[in-house]
C-alpha cells in the first residue's frame, strides 16, 4: 500500500476484478481525505473525499473507507476497466496548527489493469 | 478540468531567466494554489492564495512569487530559474468545500 510521502507501489489487475487501493496517513489531526486519479500527461483528477466523521462512502463504482483507528485509508474500484489505468493518490487535509486547511498528499499507486 | 487552464503548457528556457507561468478559472473560486509535481516527491505546494492580492507560502516556495490581481489569474514567477525548478506545475481551485480541482498542468525544463 502507499503511504504519504514515500515510494510509488503498483497494482496490477485483470479486467472485471475489484481492485483496493491503500493508503496511510500519518496527521491524525486531518478532519477530511480526498482520492485523485492522474492518467499520464493529465491533471490529477478528484474520485470521491470523506471526511473524519465517516468511515465509508461510496460513489459511482467507487467506495472510500477509512479507519481512524490505524489511520488508514483505501480506494475501492468494481469492476476495474482498462480506463481505470492511472496513478492514484490520496490527500489528506490538515485541521489544525499553522498548516490548516493545506492539503498533503501521497505519492500515489499505480493501477495497471489488463484486458 | 473543471473550468481551469494553464499556459503555456510546455517551456524550455534558460537557467537565469525569469519565467511566469499562468493559472485562468471560470469557476470564481475563492482558493487557487501552485503545486509542483517530481517523481519521488509527488505534489508539494509552492503558494496558494485566498482570495485578490491574499496569498501566502506553501511548503517548496523558495525561488518562486506569485501575484493575484484577479479572482480568475494567479501567476507564479521563477524571478531566475534554476535547474532544480525542472518540474511539473500544476494550479489547483477549490471554494469553501475543500476539494481542489487541477488544471492540465505545465511542464517546465530547464537547461
Known amino acids: 500500500g502507499e503511504s504519504v510521502g514515500l515510494h510509488l507501489p503498483t497494482l496490477s489487475v485483470q479486467e472485471g476484478d475489484n481492485s483496493i487501493i491503500n493508503c496511510a496517513y500519518s496527521n491524525s489531526a486531518s478532519d477530511y481525505f480526498i482520492w485523485y486519479k492522474q492518467e499520464s500527461g493529465k491533471g490529477p483528477q478528484f474520485i470521491i473525499d470523506i471526511r473524519s466523521n465517516m468511515d465509508k462512502r461510496q460513489g459511482q463504482r467507487v467506495t472510500v473507507l477509512l479507519n481512524k483507528t490505524v489511520k488508514h485509508l483505501s480506494l475501492q474500484i468494481a469492476a476495474t476497466q482498462p480506463g481505470d489505468s492511472a496513478v492514484y493518490f490520496c490527500a489528506e487535509r490538515n485541521a489544525g496548527g499553522t498548516s490548516y486547511g493545506k492539503l498533503t498528499f501521497g505519492q500515489g499507486t499505480i493501477l495497471t489493469v489488463h484486458p | 478540468d473543471a473550468g481551469i487552464t494553464q499556459s503555456p503548457r510546455h517551456k524550455v528556457t534558460e537557467t537565469g531567466t525569469p519565467v511566469t507561468l499562468r493559472c485562468h478559472q471560470t469557476?470564481?473560486?475563492?482558493?487557487m494554489y501552485w503545486y509542483r509535481q517530481d517523481p519521488g516527491h509527488g505534489l508539494r505546494l509552492i503558494h496558494y492564495?485566498?482570495?485578490?492580492?491574499?496569498?501566502d507560502k506553501g511548503e517548496v516556495s523558495d525561488g518562486y512569487s506569485v501575484s493575484r490581481s484577479k479572482t480568475e489569474d494567479f501567476l507564479l514567477t521563477l524571478e531566475s530559474a534554476t535547474s532544480s525548478q525542472t518540474s511539473v506545475y500544476f494550479c489547483a481551485i477549490s471554494d469553501e468545500r475543500y476539494e481542489q480541482y487541477f488544471g492540465p498542468g505545465t511542464r517546465l525544463t530547464v537547461t
Open positions: 492564495s485566498y482570495g485578490v492580492k491574499d496569498t
Open positions: 469557476e470564481n473560486h475563492r482558493y
